[in-house]
């Protein structure tokens, strides 16, 4: 929804599920070669594998399309959704992009990673860029650590909507199912995120042997249910509000999920005001105010047996972002002011 939706302002550019599709592995160096940077973004490995199981929408390569220059087989990470979602013209951008990677200098990743942006805000002609990708609380750490003056946007929902959500969606299955097998196991990973530089190092360079091992390992899907996805949910969520508390005064806004279906307008204008006051633009804010939808949350169609344990594993995080435990509606779009949140991400929240 986010990405969509600044996709369509003129001046920002939106980078849809780059860090998702590539990983975090740049950062296991303190310098990286334009052409080490070329064969992250372009050559698959197993985390791209992992990521391109099933089929979901954040996946864009039009793999079906008669002529498709690749497969799943081959389709390397930044085609698997960044490049399609900026532009058509996606197999000629690619290789457009390319020589310009290439030509880098040996630097930091960090400031790669600011030059490729760069790069494509000028192709682009736009004058700012975000990054979204899904699931990336368990990389805030790194992220803030190597772009520490960047501005946070952190989006979030109900738990029980976000478990019932993943619970569909292959990648997360087995991801989840992977960590609980791990944990049968005597090891727990998500523990060790507690400790920002040993879980840097599994980020950063544990990714490619975790992926494997979700691969092959037919992790087993059968034993889950949701309280096992509610509990990654707030086990995210902890790790998440941990990060950003530390984050300077003004660098943090947070969005509410059934805030910007409540209230799209009003939210869609906050958002563009954090990223910059010189990119609020009234057209943008009307036609990106049509793209969020009040959607029924399939909650209430649980047994309340289901209900009480999914509730019971999303408690922490439910708790932290000041959700109500016992909702009195079906619908996301709630009516009633929302709870309110807790102090440490009230003094960050932008004043309106």
């Given amino acids: 929804m986010v990405s969509n939706l600044l996709n369509l302002h003129p001046r920002v550019l939106s980078l849809s599920e780059l860090n998702a599709f590539t990983g975090l592995t740049a950062f296991a160096a303190k310098r990286r070669s334009g052409e080490w940077m070329w064969n992250l973004l372009s050559k698959q490995r197993n985390h791209t594998r992992l990521m391109l199981q099933g089929n979901y929408e954040e996946l864009l390569y039009p793999f079906d399309t008669p002529g498709a220059r690749f497969t799943r087989a081959d389709v390397p990470p930044i085609m698997c959704a960044t490049i399609p979602h900026l532009t058509h013209e996606h197999d000629a951008f690619f290789d457009e992009m390319e020589p310009a990677v290439r030509s880098l200098p040996t630097q930091s990743p960090s400031q790669q990673y600011r030059d490729i942006f760069d790069w494509l805000c000028s192709r682009f002609g736009r004058v700012a860029w975000v990054e979204r990708s899904g699931a990336s609380l368990l990389s805030a750490a790194i992220l803030v650590k190597y772009f520490p003056d960047a501005r946070v946007i952190h989006i979030y929902r109900d738990g029980r909507d976000v478990a019932l959500s993943m619970s569909r969606h292959d990648l997360f299955r087995m991801v989840v199912a992977t960590l609980t097998q791990m944990r049968v196991g005597s090891v727990d990973l998500l523990n060790l995120a507690r400790h920002d530089w040993i879980w840097e190092q599994i980020v950063t360079r544990a990714t490619p042997t975790l ?56 939210q869609v204008r906050r958002l563009i005001r954090f990223i910059s006051p010189e990119l609020e633009d009234d057209d943008w804010v009307r036609r990106a105010s049509a793209i969020p939808r009040p959607t029924r949350s399939r909650f209430y169609d649980l047994d309340p047996q289901v209900q009480d344990r999914l509730t019971a594993a999303c408690r922490p995080g439910l708790e932290l972002m000041g959700y109500e435990l016992q909702r009195k509606t079906g619908y996301a779009d709630i009516q009633h002011p929302p709870p309110a949140v807790p102090a440490f991400y009230d003094r960050h929240v932008e004043e309106e």
Avoid: T
Wanted: aromatic content about 10%.
């Fill in 211 to 266: 992926s494997r091992f979700a691969l092959h390992r037919n992790p087993p899907y059968d034993n889950l249910d949701l309280a096992h996805f509610g509990e990654y949910w707030s086990r995210m969520i902890e790790h998440g509000a941990r990060v950003l508390e530390r984050l300077p005064h003004g660098q943090l806004l947070n969005v509410r999920f059934e805030d910007v279906q409540a209230d799209p307008e009003g």
